[in-house]
Each structure stands twice: as structure tokens, then as C-alpha cells.
């Protein structure tokens, strides 16, 4: 799993919103710094596109299930444009019988592959294992590099052997921002 970095390197990266979050959420209870993200995956070389997918539940917003409490929603949509990324958005699906189903993961894969043309690397912001043959695809039928940054205790295993390089979020205390407790109203 070595990479090969130097700032020559065009860099596209992934973000998989509800992965990390998730992850964030039930490791440490915390939430993601995305700054220090894109800072750390980027380094020295070029970022050229900075791409987040965001559910929104039920056509109103993140829910506590999808990113934030729904009062956060803006200010983290903001939050994330000031540094550069953009977001795709798309609303959760309510099935009859109230199955929901919401989930970006042919629409990531499918924006990696377009826009590997014009990248050396490309980041995938996400601990789950579905992305496999993305990564083997852009790896070996397009000759790209590619790397993966997620929490280590929940990263799928091949997908972490698979990749040039896994960024282990859960490595630097900068990834993580706590959450303060809520105090519940009686």
C-alpha cells in the first residue's frame, strides 16, 4: 500500500457524507473535520474536484440518521462549499410499508469514472466495501491511483488492502471533532 505522492498529482475526492458520518457517530461520537480531511489527502498536490454526496431525508434535510440534527443542516452544507466542495444531494426514498432506502453509491462510482480522465488520483472518502470493484476498475482499467480514507475499525478490509494508499481518519485527533452533549429537556 504505497503511494506515490508528488505535487505534480491532479487529485479528485469522494466523499461518502453518511459513511463517515456513521462511523464518526458510533466510534467516537464525534463528527468529521472535513477540512483536515481535504488538507490531509490533498498534501502538496493539485486538487481539482472535491465532489460530497448528501442524503436528505425526506425531501426536508439531513436527519439525525443522514448528517446532523436537521437545525445544522445549512450551516453544514455552507461549511462544506466554503471549502471548495461540491455537494450532491439527493432525497431519501420512502418505499410503502415505510422501508427507506437512500444511499449515493452508483452516483459516486459512476462521477469517479467520468472524472478519472483528468485526474492522477482519486480519493475515495469511504469505509464501504461495495466500492471494491470501483477501485479496482480505476486501478487496473483506467491506471489510476487510488487512495482511500475512512476510520480503520470500519473500513471494509479488502477494500483497505485493495487501495494504493488508506488515510486511517481515526489516526489523527484533527479528523475528529467532538460533539457536545445535549442536555435533554424534561
Given at each position: 500500500m504505497n503511494s506515490?505522492?508528488?505535487?505534480?498529482?491532479?487529485?479528485?475526492?469522494?466523499?461518502?457524507?453518511?459513511?463517515?458520518?456513521?462511523?464518526?457517530?458510533?466510534?467516537?461520537?464525534?463528527?468529521?473535520?472535513?477540512?483536515?480531511?481535504?488538507?490531509?489527502?490533498?498534501?502538496?498536490?493539485?486538487?481539482?474536484?472535491?465532489?460530497?454526496?448528501v442524503v436528505k431525508?425526506?425531501?426536508?434535510?439531513?436527519?439525525?440518521?443522514?448528517?446532523?440534527?436537521?437545525?445544522?443542516?445549512?450551516?453544514?452544507?455552507?461549511?462544506?462549499?466554503?471549502?471548495?466542495?461540491?455537494?450532491?444531494?439527493?432525497?431519501?426514498?420512502?418505499?410503502?410499508?415505510?422501508?427507506?432506502?437512500?444511499?449515493?453509491?452508483?452516483?459516486?462510482?459512476?462521477?469517479?469514472?467520468?472524472?478519472?480522465?483528468?485526474?492522477?488520483?482519486?480519493?475515495?472518502?469511504?469505509?464501504?466495501?461495495?466500492?471494491?470493484?470501483?477501485?479496482?476498475?480505476?486501478?487496473?482499467?483506467?491506471?489510476?491511483?487510488?487512495?482511500?480514507?475512512s476510520f480503520s475499525?470500519?473500513?471494509?478490509?479488502?477494500?483497505?488492502?485493495?487501495?494504493?494508499?488508506?488515510?486511517?481518519?481515526?489516526?489523527?485527533?484533527?479528523?475528529?471533532?467532538?460533539?457536545?452533549?445535549?442536555?435533554?429537556?424534561?
Amino acid at each position: 500500500m504505497n503511494s506515490i505522492r508528488h505535487e505534480d498529482q491532479r487529485v479528485g475526492i469522494f466523499i461518502d457524507i453518511q459513511n463517515l458520518y456513521h462511523s464518526a457517530k458510533n466510534l467516537y461520537q464525534a463528527r468529521v473535520n472535513f477540512h483536515e480531511l481535504i488538507r490531509e489527502v490533498t498534501g502538496d498536490r493539485k486538487l481539482i474536484r472535491a465532489v460530497a454526496y448528501v442524503v436528505k431525508s425526506e425531501g426536508v434535510g439531513p436527519s439525525d440518521e443522514a448528517i446532523s440534527p436537521s437545525g445544522r443542516e445549512a450551516s453544514f452544507f455552507e461549511a462544506l462549499e466554503r471549502e471548495g466542495v461540491e455537494l450532491r444531494l439527493k432525497d431519501i426514498q420512502i418505499f410503502p410499508g415505510g422501508v427507506k432506502k437512500a444511499d449515493w453509491d452508483v452516483g459516486m462510482a459512476v462521477d469517479a469514472i467520468r472524472m478519472a480522465s483528468f485526474l492522477d488520483v482519486v480519493v475515495l472518502a469511504t469505509g464501504d466495501g461495495d466500492f471494491l470493484p470501483l477501485v479496482d476498475y480505476l486501478k487496473w482499467g483506467m491506471g489510476r491511483q487510488v487512495e482511500v480514507a475512512s476510520f480503520s475499525r470500519s473500513t471494509s478490509a479488502k477494500l483497505k488492502e485493495s487501495a494504493d494508499y488508506f488515510y486511517d481518519l481515526g489516526e489523527s485527533p484533527k479528523m475528529i471533532l467532538k460533539v457536545k452533549p445535549t442536555r435533554k429537556l424534561r
